[in-house]
């Protein structure tokens, strides 16, 4: 899924995740970077205790691995992709698959609609 602008990404990491999550945590292993880009790899860690994307919680913990890319332009921020084991995290988790990902799907439907 897709946020623009500082205040829709803080709200997405608050609302989608660190609600649903709330003991979240990334466990770094690497870390590389280039002139305008740092790309950090792990192990993502967390329990599913709230609503994730209007789905109930499964109550399970997951730990799957994780890469962050963020791109930078002029010095600043301008840009993050973050890679997860999607399948994994629900399984674990307790949270089912299918309903995670159209769930998603109606939200970017709806963003797209609107935008």
Do not use: K
């Not at 602008?5 to 709200?11: I, L, N, Q, T």
């Not at 590389?32 to 399970?60: C, F």
Request: charged share 20%; glycine share 14%.
């Amino acid at each position: 899924m897709r946020s623009q602008g500082r205040d829709a990404v803080r709200a997405a990491y608050r609302q989608q995740y660190f609600t649903a999550f709330p003991d979240l945590s990334p466990e770094d292993e690497g870390i590389a970077h280039g002139d305008d880009v740092l790309a950090v790899w792990g192990t993502l860690r967390g329990t599913s205790r709230g609503e994730w994307l209007g789905v109930p919680p499964g109550g399970g913990a997951f730990a799957v691995p994780f890469a962050n890319v963020v791109h930078f332009r002029d010095g600043l921020m301008a840009g993050e992709a973050i890679y997860f084991d999607l399948a994994g995290l629900c399984e674990q988790a307790g949270i089912p698959l299918e309903r995670i990902r159209s769930a998603a799907a109606a939200r970017r439907a709806g963003a797209a609609a609107s935008g």
